[in-house]
């Protein structure tokens, strides 16, 4: 799973799966749900992010994997 912020549009994509999207659909105004082919949640992209959900905390607890960091 990623998260991927992108300042420049105030975007947030949260990357699911590695798997391709081929639907996707709007839940609510500027939040739409990426599929695949079969129907699974690949991901999810919320505009007007910094307005809609809280950037400046991330907590991970108790996650089975690892945690990587990308300053960009």
């Known amino acids: 799973m990623k998260l991927n912020y992108h300042p420049d549009t105030d975007s947030l994509y949260i990357d699911l799966s ?11 105004a500027g939040v739409v749900l990426d599929y695949d ?26 996650l089975p994997s690892k945690v990587h960091s990308v300053i960009a």
């Open 18 to 28: 590695e798997r391709v999207s081929v639907e996707s659909r709007e839940i609510s």
């Open 37 to 62: 082919a079969e129907g699974n949640l690949v991901g999810i992209d919320i505009d007007n992010a910094s307005v809609k959900v809280q950037l400046k905390d991330l907590t991970l607890s108790k």
